[in-house]
């Protein structure tokens, strides 16, 4: 089941994520911000500088286990415990978490620099953010790597939908 929607944020192909959590929002924004965390549900590892938090204008190291360089990028907001953007290569990453009556909600927006890149991208969030919801429900998930059966069954239900699609998948 795909629990992303596809849209356009001025004028950019953009793809919309939202979980709620039982979780008070600050522990939902340790999860979205602290490297250690990041860890164990982002598709790479994340250093911000000095090992540190992010700041705004920040740069942003992202590394593979397995591929190395993984790019950088630049914080552009955060405003704790409620609001993080930054980039990655093309995309924006917007972070944002907001209190509930019982728990909070993530809801997570990445602007696309491609549209062809939204099913495949998707179908990558859709397992992160099931390791994400794993963890904070106090699982140890696997950190999410290369494309599996569950990423491909999602990248399916993705272009069924009539999610643009045609960038290259990994192997």
């Known amino acids: 089941m795909t629990t992303g929607t596809y849209?356009?944020?001025d004028s950019r192909p953009a793809l919309r994520f939202v979980r709620e959590y039982p979780d008070p929002v600050e522990r939902v924004w340790e999860a979205v911000t602290d490297p250690t965390e990041l860890a164990v549900w982002f598709p790479a590892r994340v250093?911000?500088?000095?090992g540190g938090r992010p700041e705004p204008g920040a740069t942003v190291r992202f590394t593979f286990?397995?591929?190395?360089?993984?790019?950088s990028g630049t914080v552009l907001a955060c405003e704790p415990p409620s609001r993080l953007v930054l980039t990655?290569?093309?995309d924006e990453l917007r972070f944002e978490v907001t209190p509930l009556v019982a728990g909070s909600r993530l809801t997570f927006t990445t602007?696309?620099?491609?549209?062809?890149?939204?099913?495949?991208?998707?179908?990558?969030?859709?397992?992160?953010?099931?390791?994400l919801d794993a963890a904070l429900a106090g699982g140890s998930p696997?950190?999410?790597?290369?494309?599996t059966p569950i990423?491909?069954?999602?990248?399916?239900?993705?272009?069924?939908?009539g999610v643009p699609s045609g960038a290259p998948v990994p192997e």
């Open 111 to 131: 602007l696309l620099e491609r549209a062809d890149t939204a099913a495949r991208n998707a179908a990558g969030w859709e397992v992160c953010l099931d390791a």
């Open 88 to 90: 990655w290569g093309g």
């Open 7 to 9: 849209l356009e944020i």
């Open 47 to 50: 250093a911000f500088p000095d």
């Open 65 to 71: 286990e397995v591929d190395g360089d993984g790019g």
């Open 151 to 161: 990423w491909r069954r999602h990248l399916d239900d993705y272009v069924a939908a």
């Open 142 to 147: 696997e950190a999410p790597g290369g494309p």
